[in-house]
């Protein structure tokens, strides 16, 4: 606003703790809105994002589950569509120079509207050099009377969806500093977690969890449930230090506790439903697909691409996984399906009914060591 522009603020739902959506009002006028707009996006959030990275078995340097990176192309889609209906020349963010978010929001706005204008506050240097840091905003917000969360005495930043809670800055940017007790949000301590394991259920249909022990729920609600039966056990926090995109190293804590759950049933469905070929192919371009959704290009080609690949290989994804949820672990104890491609009887180590000949063993096994046989024979005879 102090720009000259007439600014229109967007709160969007993504199944963050909203208590008070009066406060929220408020806090954008008091922040110069001309006008405040809340939409909630939740069920889109879970079913259009979370469930395709599900679908991909997704992990960023083999931790993380992406809970941040997949709000970001929902969150530039919604604003790019407000900017549409309300005539705006212009949308803004108020991501860091330093950061992920940055390249997330802008490179989502630019696929979605290339003749977008976008405002950056803290890529302004009358902004940044009057405000270099957390320190400084936070004084901000207190002579103008705007709440936020962050405080002197909980030095440390957070970010909150249905798929997780992220924290960083602060305290946490020393990586060798554990992190608080009090700081996590949605689980409770491993320690703390009941002493009795529980048994749940999930259902798939073409690799879309929607029942468990049972129920049935809507995608969102579904994320609900699980984030409070694997916050109750102690699941789902990691620590990890991350590569960002633009080139520096980044500590996170993260809290996850139904994204977790979904993660580890879902590859136990796949499993029993998908051959070894189509779980290598998937397997080999997993990390491709949580780089280009880290990096924020979901609205890229090749991510369309993948996306579409994916739901493909989702059709026979169905059954019914068995976990146990007990002080921080979350263990398959069975899976069954009606496309299960294992066969017991041809499994078995008893005598089978006829359908496997241990003879076919061995031509097999000879084809598939001809080049180890002709490597190590040229081996023996360079020693000669």
């Avoid at 902004?127 to 400084?136: I, L, Q, V």
């Avoid at 491993?190 to 259902?203: C, G």
Wanted: glycine letters at 8%.
């Amino acid at each position: 606003a102090q720009q000259g522009y007439e600014v229109i603020a967007l709160c969007l739902d993504l199944g963050q703790k909203v208590e008070d959506l009066d406060a929220i009002l408020e806090k954008g006028k008091k922040a110069g809105a001309a006008k405040v707009l809340i939409e909630n996006v939740e069920e889109e959030f879970v079913q259009d994002y979370v469930f395709p990275s599900i679908h991909w078995n997704a992990l960023y340097e083999g931790t993380y589950l992406l809970g941040t990176s997949l709000a970001r192309p929902l969150i530039s889609k919604k604003q790019i569509e407000v900017a549409g209906r309300e005539g705006a020349v212009a949308v803004a963010h108020g991501a860091t120079g330093k950061g992920n978010d940055q390249v997330r929001f802008e490179l989502s706005y630019y696929a979605l509207n290339p003749n977008i204008r976008v405002v950056a506050p803290w890529k302004i240097p009358e902004f940044y050099k009057k405000y270099p840091g957390r320190t400084e905003l936070l004084a901000y917000a207190e002579k103008y009377g705007i709440p936020v969360k962050a405080s002197k005495e909980q030095p440390w930043s957070s970010d909150e969806n249905l798929m997780h809670i992220s924290f960083e800055s602060g305290m946490l940017e020393d990586p060798w500093q554990a992190p608080l007790p009090e700081m996590f949000e949605l689980s409770q301590s491993p320690e703390e977690a009941p002493v009795e394991s529980q048994e749940i259920l999930i259902e798939f249909l073409k690799g879309n969890p929607f029942a468990v022990d049972g129920k049935k729920f809507s995608p969102a609600k579904l994320l609900t449930y699980l984030n409070e039966l694997g916050g109750r056990h102690g699941i789902g926090r990691i620590d990890m230090v991350e590569s960002r995109f633009v080139g520096m190293k980044n500590r996170g804590v993260y809290e996850t506790p139904g994204g977790t759950i979904l993660h580890i049933a879902h590859r136990a469905m796949e499993s029993i439903t998908l051959n070894r070929g189509v779980i290598n192919l998937k397997d080999s371009l997993m990390p491709r697909f949580a780089q280009l959704t880290y990096d924020g290009f979901w609205f890229s080609p090749e991510m369309e691409i993948l996306l579409e690949m994916v739901k493909k290989t989702q059709e026979p994804v169905n059954g019914t996984v068995r976990l146990e949820l007990y002080k921080g672990n979350c263990m398959v104890t069975g899976r069954k399906s009606p496309n299960s491609l294992y066969d017991e009887d041809m499994a078995t180590m008893e005598a089978d009914q006829g359908t496997y000949d241990p003879q076919d063993a061995i031509g097999f096994i000879k084809l598939h060591a001809l080049p180890l046989r002709i490597q190590a024979g040229l081996k023996a005879n360079s020693k000669t």
